[in-house]
C-alpha cells in the first residue's frame, strides 16, 4: 500500500487546542477550506473551532525503544492480552 502524504484534513480543537480529524484527506489545503465553508453554510459546528491540519504519514515498525518488558510480561500473564 502506498502512502499518499502530505495529506490536509479539517481538524476539530479541543478546549486545550488538540486536534481531532473530522472530515476525509484533501490533496490541498484549498479542499480543507472548502469543507470548512461547508460546514459553516450547513449550520454543523458552528460552536466549534477548527484548524487545517498537514499530516505527513510514513511506514512504521513497531521497536521497544526502552518499554518496561517485565511490566508487560507481568500484564500479558494476568491475561490482559486478547485472545488471538
Avoid at 5 to 16: G, H, I, N, T, V
Avoid at 51 to 68: D, I, P
Amino acid at each position: 500500500m502506498t502512502l499518499r502524504s502530505p495529506q490536509f484534513w479539517l481538524a476539530e480543537l479541543d478546549q486545550y487546542g488538540n486536534p481531532k480529524l473530522v472530515d476525509g484527506s484533501h490533496e490541498t489545503r484549498e479542499g480543507v477550506e472548502q469543507a470548512a465553508y461547508l460546514f459553516s453554510r450547513l449550520g454543523l459546528g458552528n460552536d466549534k473551532r477548527y484548524a487545517c491540519a498537514e499530516v505527513h504519514l510514513t511506514e512504521v515498525t513497531a521497536k521497544a525503544h526502552g518499554a518496561n518488558e517485565e511490566a508487560l510480561n507481568t500484564l500479558n500473564s494476568i491475561g490482559l492480552r486478547p485472545a488471538s
